[in-house]
């Protein structure tokens, strides 16, 4: 067995530097077309397998499924680790890429599927894309979509009914002024858990209050700020639902802050189940979404779409569970 061809051997047998070998196998301008051929004929012959780029040059694949994230935070977090599950033992690599934003946070679905496809990943996973009309050579498979299911395969928690879950908990405690901490307005799941806490307050006859209600967008400091005006009011709910589990804490935050017990004073239940939930003290009641089942699913409907396959379904939504701990009891 000889030694594994390196850059510097494709250089010195194509006659030309290291940096024109790299251009060559990724296909970046800058070389002459005779050069690049006989750049890649020496790859060829020496089986420079080193890169991706020489890698796709030869089979058209580069044995790596890409995962396109908005940014790394804990829900993110969890779905990679779904993904990395589901590829283990089936030969991929795993690249996960958080593309740049305009500060808009539309379209940056596109840029990054364009650089990533075709010459370095086989497929792509995206994380509550902003877009879902994004054209590739390679398939696509949406986590959560902004818009919810469209032509593209996507894979869903039951956000509606999650939030459904949430609050006939608390409404089952006796709970009857249920404050509701909302996510981001741009994204279908978010508009659904918002639909799922009417739902529960209309079945059980309790009036929707909106001075009971806010836009934490999923941000840390805006649940804050609105934790604050709801708990200072002097007619303050005896619960709050927040609908995403970092706006729960930030509820039990200024509760602590406000001398303000939980759960004897002030029930809180949130949506996710970061592993911060229950790590917290005292730790979070919240509803389940199956986070890395959600990441396991659209890696096993991609490997299907890439092999060429048609999936019986292409839409998936993966149920919600309520997981009671020691922030809900009884208003006082």
């Known amino acids: 067995m000889g030694r594994r061809a390196t850059i510097h051997d494709v250089a010195s047998a194509a006659g030309v530097s290291v940096s024109t070998v790299s251009k060559s196998v990724h296909g970046r301008y800058g070389v002459a077309p005779e050069t690049m051929r006989r750049v890649l004929e020496v790859v060829e012959r020496l089986g420079y397998q080193s890169s991706l780029g020489a890698s796709s040059m030869r089979s058209h694949r580069t044995g790596v499924i890409g995962v396109l994230v908005p940014e790394f935070e804990p829900f993110t977090a969890e779905i990679l680790k779904g993904v990395g599950a589901a590829v283990r033992g089936t030969g991929f690599d795993l690249l996960a890429y958080s593309g740049s934003q305009d500060g808009t946070g539309e379209g940056w679905e596109r840029r990054s599927v364009s650089r990533l496809s075709g010459s370095l990943v086989d497929g792509v996973i995206m994380v509550t894309p902003s877009v879902v009309n994004v054209s590739a050579d390679v398939p696509i498979v949406a986590i959560d979509p902004h818009t919810g299911p469209a032509d593209l395969p996507t894979v869903e928690s039951d956000s509606y009914h999650g939030a459904q879950l949430a609050t006939r908990y608390l409404i089952g405690l006796g709970h009857t002024r249920?404050?509701?901490?909302?996510?981001?307005?741009?994204?279908?799941?978010?508009?659904?858990?918002?639909?799922?806490?009417?739902?529960?307050?209309?079945?059980?006859?309790?009036?929707?209050?909106?001075?009971?209600?806010?836009?934490?967008?999923?941000?840390?400091?805006?649940?804050?700020?609105?934790?604050?005006?709801?708990?200072?009011?002097?007619?303050?709910?005896?619960?709050?639902?927040?609908?995403?589990?970092?706006?729960?804490?930030?509820?039990?935050?200024?509760?602590?802050?406000?001398?303000?017990?939980?759960?004897?004073?002030?029930?809180?239940?949130?949506?996710?189940?970061?592993?911060?939930?229950?790590?917290?003290?005292?730790?979070?009641?919240?509803?389940?979404?199956?986070?890395?089942?959600?990441?396991?699913?659209?890696?096993?409907?991609?490997?299907?779409?890439?092999?060429?396959?048609?999936p019986k379904k292409t839409h998936l939504r993966l149920p919600t569970r309520l997981v009671p701990r020691a922030t809900t009891a009884p208003p006082p």
């Not at 995403?244 to 935050?253: E, G, K």
């Open 178 to 310: 249920i404050g509701f901490i909302a996510g981001r307005p741009d994204l279908r799941s978010s508009a659904l858990r918002d639909a799922g806490y009417r739902s529960a307050l209309l079945e059980a006859d309790i009036p929707f209050d909106p001075s009971l209600v806010g836009v934490g967008r999923y941000q840390v400091d805006a649940s804050r700020e609105l934790a604050h005006q709801l708990l200072s009011h002097h007619d303050r709910p005896t619960a709050i639902f927040a609908a995403n589990d970092l706006s729960a804490i930030a509820v039990l935050l200024v509760a602590t802050e406000l001398g303000i017990e939980v759960p004897g004073e002030l029930s809180v239940v949130g949506f996710d189940d970061i592993p911060e939930a229950s790590r917290h003290i005292p730790p979070l009641s919240t509803v389940r979404q199956p986070m890395q089942r959600l990441g396991e699913a659209a890696t096993k409907l991609l490997l299907a779409l890439m092999d060429g396959e048609t």
